[in-house]
Structures are given as structure tokens and as C-alpha cells.
């Protein structure tokens, strides 16, 4: 079923990944103490050895980009292939087999969703200037679009960019024009402290209807007034930041479409935003969905025939392994040239389900040794995925936005009608 | 043999059109209440015409040869339109077993029979019990003295068992449980309809009173050919419920978009749509695990014994939540004899108990996992 483009596609990447990297080692399989016990969702790195971790990971992205594989879907003068959507996906999952940086603090937001927009909607000394060092890993990008007031519902942004010369700009002098000084703070920002710019969502009109009033603009993070702040999470590491900014001057030649039309901007940066298939199992805590680390578990703790708890097992390894059956047959359509449907939203929600009930069946298996450490291998570890799991179901679109989209873009269920409260910017 | 993507949707095309014209829910609810539970016309047309009885038997007993992959589209269909027919027991159980039992000279004398619609067949392992498990059938073989077996005792839950033109039967003989083969008019056999919860389903106890039968395989096999053949049924049976709860989906689907309460249409309320969008996950995950698990059959994979009994338990939830759901979001109108939602619940309640419910196909999964 394979079609010959992406069968002589797939060849490349295997010969390109073949000829630098190795094979990734198999963590589902498990001897029991032995080796790293580590169970981290997130990174939570001293910080040198984040510097490195960084570092390789520009490192892999420049070898990728000289092969040609730093920018698969990107224009060929930009220092793109050309190829489409599925061939990303389908580099992707073959690379997941491979013992590879991980590169996700450049290709998860810059890489993934700013270049794109940057693409789409800069001008074109912006696009000189940035996208080339972007795809060769040398410069990073954040995403500045989430704040205490706009979660879910982004496009109530507060952050307010003023055109410097005179007044609050309107959409009819959207000319270019004087710097733009911008105040407000943004929050839940990944890589930020890694960051040479970043794409700021900006209210420059908060009269309009609030899709309507918001501006974008690309924030040099070394710009004065910008100041990024480490926000510890619940699992004791800071993954993510506060990102204050204090009269940041910009010019208007680093604004992204037009005035007041920064949500069609935003819009461009969230369609981006994708799922992966084919990577479910990989990483530490693959450990946590694999049938054999779990049944080695309950057998180190004696736990092997409790009837109630092989009951729960077998009830979450039916998810997990039915949701690795969907992930292959996605990846099956992708190898014939077809994107897929609703599998990756899909996918993505049963991921965060499933790792959290491995994390709850794990602690309910672990009893006290999960609320002490004893300095038992592969026990108090779990503690990390645990205080992980929460933010599955948030992070990338909570689980409930995620539900509305799918009802309403897989099946057709209604949009909740807007009410005139909802189409204000709360002040 | 196997159909390429387009081929698998033609088949569907013309399944779905076959069903729509000849097994609309009119037709489905005059069955339910009538005996035999099937139309005898309907059950040759599909055999005539669309070849479904011998779509997966080998060519060589006059079948077409294809797969679990095939079936499966068909096996989808016909349990999104609640099909009333001996398709399941003939071709799922009846037919599986002859194959599994590796015996050449009982499938060449019943295959093609099967093959052709012209018999309908079904497969007596459970008894008063319920359980499926071979190790626990208490019916009795003994030689007759004259090449032949003599049959004793009572079998229940038996699908189509007062219609089918044969009965392929497990009884334990002093080498252990051991596959048998009796015809319908075969003396001493008497079948009594059970009520159902699925009417849809026929299903019967019966009675073997010094029945005379026929040795199918070798003596003491049954414990190896069911396990073979309750991996390829539970994914047939999966297909089905995966095709049922798709519809239980659309249903609800189709509904919420045009009720309004409130002045709005149910479907905009976010409890309504979540609810629908849970149902959508399920459903999804419930076709990847039966179709992954037909292709895994197919191939011949080490690999299939795991995924049909992820299938079977994935697709059993997946179903009944769709079923339960489906009313909920009709509400009161849901509840209603006439509303066809309660066909649903009923098939899809009996679908997850048929071959003994989750405490059996958890333990199968581990089991098949070295758990």
C-alpha cells in the first residue's frame, strides 16, 4: 500500500539516519534494577547540563539540515525540501527509531509552528533574517500567546501594544510606521529562557470585538523591557516561564499581517501545532506503557495475582495497545501518501489517559513506596511521571477544548452560541 | 487473497447497499419476533448475489478465498444494520471450526456447502454455564462400535441452534474435549429456542440423547481448535460491535445536531457534545483494534492472539458505552420501544457476555501476553 514517492522518501531518511545515528534503544524491555530507573516527563535539568542538552540539540538539527531534512515542508529558498505535511510526519516517525538529540526545544514550537507563521505572514527581511537560522538550529523561538487572563480563550489577550507616535493605532493608518511599545505579561512559555525571539500576541484595539483587536509582532528576546522568570511547576522543576514586558520597543517592520489582524496570525501558528504518530513508546516513560515493564513490576512487588489489580492491567494495556493499533494505522496511511483523520487527536487524548491511569495503577501497585522513597530501583522514580500527568490533560489544549474540536470538526455538533459578553475584551 | 483499499471500499459500498434494501429496521423488527429469525429469501440473495458466505473460505472448498480483512467490512456492516442471519454461527464458528481442525475430509464434504449458503451451521461448546472454555464441557463422546461417536448431553447458548443444518459440537472423550459434527435430523438431538436479550441473535439449549456424530480432527483437539477459533470469532464479533457502535455514534450525532432545547440545538451544550465526543474516541479506537487485528491475521503474525483479545475487550466497551450513551442522548425518546436504540443496547450488552465478558477476556489478554 505504500506509494513510491514516500517508499523512496522513507529510503532517504533511513539511509541519512543510518549513516549518522543509532538505533534507539528498546526501553520496553526490562530486567528488573537494572539500568536508569528515571521515569521524568519533563526535563527539570541543572543548569549546565540543560546548556548541553540544548546544544545537542542544535547540533542534530544542523546535520539534519545539511542533509536536507531540517525543513521538509519549507520553501527550497529558504533552505526547505519542498515536500508536504505527510512526508513530515513520516520523517518523524522513522527518526522516533533512532537514538537522536531531542530536539524539541527548537522543533515543537519554532521549528513546528513560528517558522510557518513567520512564513506566512512577515515581511520578507524578517524571513531572510530568521528562517534560514532557524532550520540550521541556530536561533530559537517562543511562542508569547498564553496569559493569566487567556487560557482557553486565547484571543482575550491583554498585552497591549501602543503605536508610539501618538495615540492607539487604527486600522486605517496600518501603513507602516513608528515603533510599537508593548506592556503585559505572558505566561506558560516554553524554552523562552532559550529564546532569540519570540511571537508576541498583542491588544492593539480594545474596542473591536476581541478577535478583532489584537495584533502579532516578532519580540527580539533580548530587547530591553523583556524579562523572562522561571515558573516552577508541580513537579518541583521550572519547564516553562513568566514572561514579562515592560515598554519593549519594537518596529513596525517586525509586525506580522496587519493591524488588528493578529488572530488570522495566531490562527496560522495553532493550525501547526501537531500531533506526532509512531512516538508513543519512546523515551523514559515508554516504560510506563509497556505490557512487560508493568507485569515485571507486579511481579518484583508480589502483586502478580491480585486479582483486582490484573483486572485493572488488563483494562488499561487494552487502551494502551488499542491506541498503539491506531497509531500504526495512521502511520500506514501516511506511508501510502494520506493524512490522516481524527487519529491524531485521537491519539492524543488517550495518550495523556493512558499515562496517567499507568501513573495511578503504578502508585496503587507501589502502596507506601510511592509516598517514601525506600532507595528501592524502579519505585519512588515514578513520583515524577506522576506529578507529570496533570498537565497531559492540559498542556497543547486542555482536554475539554480538545473534545469540543473534535464533536465539532469530526462530527458537526454546533459551536456554543457566542454570547455579547464573550465577544468583549474583559478589562 | 486480498483486496487493496478500493476493492475493501466496494465491498462496503455494496454490503451497505444490499443491507439498506434488505434489512432495513422494519424488516429487523419483524424478524426478531418470528421464526426462523432470519429470512431464508434474503439469506440466498446474499449468498447468490453477493457471495458472503464463502468470501473467507479457501478456494479449494468453493469459497473466494479472502481474509479476516474482507470479513471484516462485511462483519462492520452487518452489525450496523442489526442483520438478522446464520451469518455469524455459520461463517464465524461453524466454518472456523472445520478449518482449525485441519481436516480435510470434513471440510471438503461441509465447506462448500457453507460456502454456497445452501447450509447454515453452528458451533455447540457452552453449556448450562455459559463458559466457552473447552476444559469445562461435560458433554460425552463414546465410539459406537462402528467407526462412529455416540453424544451425550446438554449444550445452551447455542446460536441458531434450532435452524442450523449442521452442529459442530465439543465433547470430552477419555483423550479430552474433542470436536464433533451432527446433522440437524440426526436422532436423539431436540433444540429448544431460548429468549434472548438480543432478539436479534437466536440462540437455543440442546439436548443430545445417544446422538450419532462424526469424529472432525483428531481425537482430544478441541482444547487447540477452539482457542483458534475464539481468536478468529472474537475479532469477527469485534468487527461487528466496532460497525454497531459507529452507528450508535452517528445516531447520536445526527440527533444532537437538530434537537433543540433551550432554544438551542443539544448538540452546542458541552456535556451533550463531550459525551459524543467520548463516544468518537471509542469508536475509533474500537476499528483500529478489530481491523489491526484481521490485517494481523491475515499476515499469519505472531502478533494476532494479542490484538483479538485487544480487539474483543476493546471493541465489547466500546459498543456498550455507544449503546448506553446513544439513549442518553435522545433522552426519553430513547427509552421508547419503538426508537431503535434499544436494539443497540441489546446486541451490544449480549455481544460483550457471548463468549464470557470482561473477568474472561481480561484474563485471555494477559494470558496471551505471559502476564
Known amino acids: ?427 | 487473497m486480498t483486496a487493496d483499499e478500493s476493492e475493501l471500499r466496494e465491498l462496503r459500498a455494496s454490503v451497505r447497499e444490499f443491507l439498506e434494501a434488505k434489512s432495513p429496521e422494519e424488516a429487523v423488527r419483524k424478524l426478531m419476533e418470528s421464526e426462523p429469525r432470519f429470512d431464508p429469501a434474503v439469506w440466498s440473495q446474499a449468498a447468490d448475489q453477493l457471495r458472503l458466505p464463502g468470501l473467507a473460505i479457501p478456494e479449494e472448498y468453493g469459497g473466494d478465498g479472502f481474509g479476516l480483512v474482507e470479513l471484516g467490512v462485511v462483519l462492520e456492516e452487518m452489525g450496523r444494520a442489526l442483520f438478522c442471519a446464520p451469518f455469524f454461527a455459520t461463517v464465524l464458528l461453524a466454518a472456523q471450526a472445520l478449518l482449525a481442525s485441519g481436516d480435510r475430509d470434513a471440510c471438503a464434504r461441509f465447506l462448500p456447502g457453507i460456502a454456497s449458503g445452501r447450509t447454515t451451521a453452528t458451533l455447540a461448546v457452552a453449556e448450562d454455564h455459559g463458559s466457552w472454555d473447552p476444559a469445562m464441557v461435560s458433554a460425552r463422546a463414546v465410539p459406537d462400535g462402528d467407526g462412529g461417536w455416540t453424544v451425550r448431553g446438554r449444550k445452551c447458548f447455542v446460536i441458531d441452534g434450532t435452524t442450523a443444518d449442521l452442529i459442530l459440537v465439543v465433547a470430552r472423550t477419555v483423550a479430552g474435549p474433542t470436536l464433533f459434527v451432527v446433522e440437524r435430523d440426526a436422532t436423539g438431538l431436540a433444540a429448544e429456542p431460548m429468549e434472548t436479550l438480543d432478539a436479534t441473535r437466536a440462540m437455543a439449549r440442546l439436548t443430545f440423547d445417544a446422538v450419532p456424530a462424526t469424529l472432525v480432527g483428531a481425537e482430544g483437539a478441541g482444547g487447540r481448535i477452539m482457542a483458534k477459533v475464539l481468536d478468529i470469532a472474537s475479532v469477527g464479533l469485534a468487527a461487528e460491535q466496532a460497525g454497531g457502535a459507529r452507528r450508535c455514534l452517528e445516531t447520536s450525532a445526527d440527533y444532537a445536531r437538530v434537537r433543540h432545547q433551550f432554544g438551542r440545538p443539544i448538540g452546542s451544550f458541552q456535556a451533550v457534545k463531550h459525551k459524543c465526543a467520548d463516544m468518537l474516541v471509542q469508536v475509533e479506537l474500537a476499528e483500529a483494534s478489530s481491523r489491526e487485528a484481521a490485517r494481523l491475521a491475515d499476515e499469519g503474525s505472531p502478533d494476532f492472539p494479542v490484538a483479538a483479545a485487544v480487539a474483543h475487550a476493546c471493541c465489547s466497551r466500546a459498543y456498550m458505552t455507544a449503546a448506553m450513551e446513544n439513549i442518553q442522548v435522545h433522552g426519553g425518546i430513547g427509552f421508547t420501544w419503538e426508537h431503535p436504540a434499544h436494539l443497540y443496547f441489546r446486541r451490544a450488552k449480549s455481544s460483550q457476555l457471548l463468549f464470557g465478558g470482561p473477568a474472561v477476556y481480561h484474563e485471555r489478554l494477559l494470558d496471551r501476553l505471559g502476564i
Open chain 1, 1 to 427: 500500500m505504500e506509494s513510491d514517492d514516500m517508499r523512496d522518501f522513507a529510503t532517504e531518511a533511513r539511509r541519512f539516519l543510518d549513516a549518522h545515528v543509532a538505533k534507539a534503544p528498546d526501553r520496553t524491555a526490562v530486567t528488573w534494577g537494572e539500568g536508569d530507573d528515571s521515569m521524568a516527563y519533563f526535563s527539570s535539568l541543572p543548569p549546565e547540563e540543560e546548556r548541553e542538552f540544548v546544544q545537542r540539540a542544535r547540533e542534530w538539527q544542523r546535520i539534519r539540515h545539511e542533509n536536507g531534512f531540517g525543513w521538509i515542508t519549507g520553501p527550497v529558498e529558504y533552505g526547505g525540501r519542498g515536500l508536504t505535511p505527510v512526508h513530515d510526519l513520516l520523517y518523524d516517525a522513522i527518526e522516533s527509531e533512532y537514538d537522536v538529540a531531542d530536539t524539541g526545544v527548537l522543533s515543537v514550537i519554532g521549528l513546528g509552528m513560528i517558522g510557518p507563521t513567520i512564513l506566512a505572514h512577515a515581511q520578507p527581511h524578517i524571513r531572510d533574517r530568521w528562517l534560514p537560522a532557524m532550520y540550521r538550529g541556530d536561533a530559537i523561538a517562543c511562542q508569547l500567546f498564553s496569559e493569566p487572563g487567556a487560557g482557553s480563550d486565547l484571543a482575550s489577550v491583554a498585552t497591549r501594544a501602543v503605536r508610539e507616535d501618538g495615540g492607539p493605532s487604527r486600522s486605517s493608518e496600518a501603513e507602516s510606521g513608528g515603533d510599537w511599545v508593548l506592556n503585559g505579561q505572558k505566561v506558560w512559555t516554553s524554552v523562552a529562557q532559550h529564546s532569540q525571539i519570540g511571537l508576541a500576541l498583542t491588544r492593539t484595539n480594545p474596542d473591536a470585538p476581541k478577535h478583532r483587536g489584537i495584533t502579532a509582532f516578532l519580540v527580539p528576546m533580548d530587547a530591553p523591557g523583556v524579562e523572562v522568570r522561571p515558573l516552577r511547576q508541580m513537579t518541583g522543576g521550572a519547564d516553562f516561564n513568566e514572561v514579562f514586558l515592560t515598554d519593549v520597543r519594537i518596529p513596525d517592520d517586525h509586525r506580522l499581517g496587519e493591524v488588528d489582524g493578529g488572530w488570522t496570525v495566531a490562527l496560522t501558528t495553532l493550525m501547526n501545532e501537531r500531533a506526532t504518530v509512531g512516538s508513543e513508546g519512546v523515551g523514559p516513560v515508554g516504560a510506563a506503557l509497556s505490557p512487560d515493564h508493568l507485569s515485571a513490576l507486579m511481579r518484583a512487588t508480589w502483586t502478580w495475582d491480585d486479582r483486582a489489580l490484573r483486572a485493572r492491567l488488563a483494562e488499561l494495556l487494552v487502551d494502551v495497545l488499542a491506541t498503539e493499533h491506531l497509531n500504526a494505522r495512521a502511520l500506514r496511511k501516511l506511508r501510502g501518501g494520506v493524512a490522516p483523520g481524527p487519529e491524531m487527536s485521537v491519539s492524543k487524548l488517550m495518550y495523556g489517559q493512558n499515562l496517567t491511569r499507568a501513573a495511578h495503577f503504578v502508585s496503587d501497585v507501589l502502596g507506601p513506596r510511592i509516598i517514601a522513597d525506600t532507595g528501592q530501583w524502579g519505585t519512588y522514580a515514578w513520583t515524577e511521571l506522576l506529578l507529570a500527568t496533570p498537565a497531559l490533560r492540559i498542556l497543547g489544549g486542555t482536554e475539554e477544548i480538545m473534545k469540543n474540536i473534535l464533536a465539532e470538526r469530526v462530527l458537526g455538533l454546533p459551536k456554543e452560541p457566542v454570547t455579547a459578553a464573550a465577544k468583549e475584551v474583559r478589562s
